[in-house]
Every structure is written in structure tokens, then in C-alpha cells.
């Protein structure tokens, strides 16, 4: 099967510091991927399309400055958290699909941030 | 736009009992229709899926089967196992291009001996 791998899985950061999170296919090629984030006893969130080679959609509400997203290659999406907060703190999911598949996503393990 | 309405949890079943998640859905044309599962502490994983109307998707004793004429996709299996006790997410992905997946809001189940 498809693997979506995460890194890193858990992080601590302190209150304005920037904090990258990797999103990696592992064994097939995204030419898209999708980031999500989960609050608690809520339903996943979409934040973003990312697209290899061009610049990421965002959802309404999602400040493109503060999440910043770069998809540089087929297998590896990155999201950086500009100058986080504590609201900031939360479960950062990404996403991808195989190009020729019907519409099954792969999802990665999830980073937990938490912004002290 | 699309959107996925789903029983909200707690669930608490004993072991062996019989399991509905109900699931209904807002979509134009025909969505690819989706149950993930998320066991405590990890991310998620696909369980089954149906892309077209009357399609039943299967797997490891769960069950659900895409009703166009009810939107509906409820998830169900006869004998729950401590082992099952998770989040179930119900999503949709719409047809036209490759879509964005909209999930319901998850249903925790939680299953004691």
C-alpha cells in the first residue's frame, strides 16, 4: 500500500518561533497533497492543496502568510508555522493521493504541536 | 458546497454487539464515498470505501453501502471487538477532477469486555 510519511511526529516550540513540519510519499508520486488540522472532539480541518510546482490553495479563513507551504518535489511537502502561538497548538495532518487512483487519500501520522 | 453529517460519540457498545454509525451526505454529481478510522494515538487509515451508488465497501467485519436515494452511508458491523474501539470519520470526495475530501465530524467508539 501507499505510505504517507510524517516528521516530526511531536514538537515543542516556544511562542513566536517558526516550526517546519515534512510530509513525505514514500512509495509513490503527489503531485498533490493535502494539509489538515484536527482540533479536539472536532472534525479534521482543510487547510490546504498543496501542488507540486506552484503555490498552495488555501481554504477560507486559513492566513497563507502565518502557514506557509511549499510542495518542492513529487514526494515532499513541507508546512511552516510562522511566528507561532499557543492557538496555534494543534494536530497537523497531511494527505496525499496517487495520481491514477479513484480518490483514496493516504494519510501521514500526524504532527502534534504544541506552542508554549 | 459539500458537506457530511455524522452521529456524534461517545459511542459505548459492549463486546459482540451490533454497530451503526449513521452517516448522511451533501453532494452534487457522485461522490466517491469513504470510512476512515483512527486508532488512539495514531493518524488515520482508510477502513472501506464505495464509489458508486449501491457499491458495498468491506472490510474486517465493517460494512457500509453508498445509498444515493437516501445519501447515505452508514457504517455498520455485527460483532464489535475491544480492538475496534477508535474515531470513524465519514467523508466524502466530490466527482469532477481531483476534489478535496470533506469529513464528518467522527464518531469515537469505545468497546468494553
Known amino acids: 500500500g501507499a505510505v504517507v510519511s510524517q516528521h516530526p511526529s511531536r514538537v515543542i516550540c516556544k511562542s513566536g518561533t517558526s516550526v517546519k513540519i515534512e510530509c513525505r510519499s514514500l512509495?509513490?508520486?503527489?503531485?498533490?497533497m493535502f494539509w489538515y488540522r484536527q482540533f479536539p472532539k472536532k472534525s479534521l480541518m482543510l487547510m490546504a492543496t498543496?501542488?507540486?510546482?506552484?503555490?498552495?490553495?488555501?481554504e477560507q479563513g486559513v492566513e497563507k502568510d502565518k502557514f506557509l507551504i511549499n510542495h518542492a518535489s513529487l514526494t515532499l511537502s513541507t508546512l511552516t508555522v510562522t511566528s507561532a502561538h499557543p492557538e496555534d497548538s494543534s494536530f497537523y495532518i497531511c494527505?496525499?493521493?496517487?495520481?491514477?487512483?479513484?480518490?483514496?487519500?493516504?494519510f501521514g501520522e500526524g504532527s502534534r504541536l504544541t506552542v508554549l | 458546497g459539500n458537506s457530511v453529517t455524522q452521529m456524534e460519540g461517545p459511542v459505548t457498545l459492549s463486546e459482540e454487539a451490533f454497530l451503526t454509525i449513521n452517516c448522511t451526505y451533501t453532494?452534487?454529481?457522485?461522490?466517491?464515498l469513504f470510512w476512515y478510522v483512527q486508532y488512539p494515538g495514531e493518524g488515520l487509515q482508510l477502513l472501506l470505501k464505495?464509489?458508486?451508488?449501491?457499491d458495498k465497501g468491506s472490510n474486517k467485519g465493517f460494512e457500509a453501502t453508498y445509498r444515493k436515494e437516501t445519501t447515505s452511508f452508514h457504517l455498520e458491523k455485527g460483532s464489535v471487538q475491544v480492538s475496534d474501539s477508535a474515531v470513524y470519520f465519514c467523508?466524502?470526495?466530490?466527482?469532477?477532477?481531483?476534489?478535496?475530501?470533506?469529513f464528518g465530524i467522527g464518531t469515537k467508539l469505545q468497546v468494553i469486555p
Open positions: 512509495d509513490f508520486q503527489a503531485t498533490t
Open positions: 453532494a452534487t454529481g457522485y461522490p466517491s
Open positions: 467523508a466524502l470526495r466530490g466527482s469532477g477532477g481531483y476534489q478535496k475530501v470533506t
Open positions: 498543496s501542488n507540486e510546482g506552484s503555490k498552495a490553495t488555501y
Open positions: 494527505s496525499a493521493g496517487r495520481d491514477s487512483d479513484t480518490g483514496e487519500l493516504f
Open positions: 464505495a464509489t458508486k451508488a449501491d
